[in-house]
């Protein structure tokens, strides 16, 4: 199993970024995915998750309406497009499957 996190960054208040997690190793389209953060200092918070085919979705409340979960099947690929981004929701986000396997993580910085 691979999951590669990218399109992090350094962007300021009320920005937006949309992260990217490749996976490889197994049936993608098989697994929920997540995305999972870890601010300085805190614990881990799960953010979003999506369903096999895209059409249910959780959103943690600190997120829910600035940001969008999505996934291409045929790309193996999930995203977290992420708008109005707030300073607390600096962190590291970790693709995640079926919330057992992680990536490497892809630092965020809103400031």
């Known amino acids: 199993v691979q999951l590669v996190e990218s399109g992090g960054g350094l962007v300021q208040p009320g920005g937006s970024l949309r992260l990217s997690c490749a996976a490889s190793?197994?049936?993608?389209?098989?697994?929920?995915m997540s995305w999972v953060r870890q601010a300085p200092g805190k614990g881990f918070e799960r953010v979003s998750s999506i369903d096999l085919g895209g059409g249910t979705t959780y959103y943690a409340d600190s997120v829910k309406g600035r940001f969008t979960i999505s996934r291409d099947n045929d790309k193996n690929t999930v995203y977290l497009q992420m708008n109005s981004l707030k300073p607390e929701d600096t962190a590291v986000y970790y693709c995640?499957?079926?919330?057992?396997?992680w990536g490497q993580g892809t630092q965020v910085t809103v400031s």
């Open positions: 190793g197994f049936t993608f389209s098989s697994y929920y």
């Open positions: 995640m499957r079926a919330l057992v396997d």
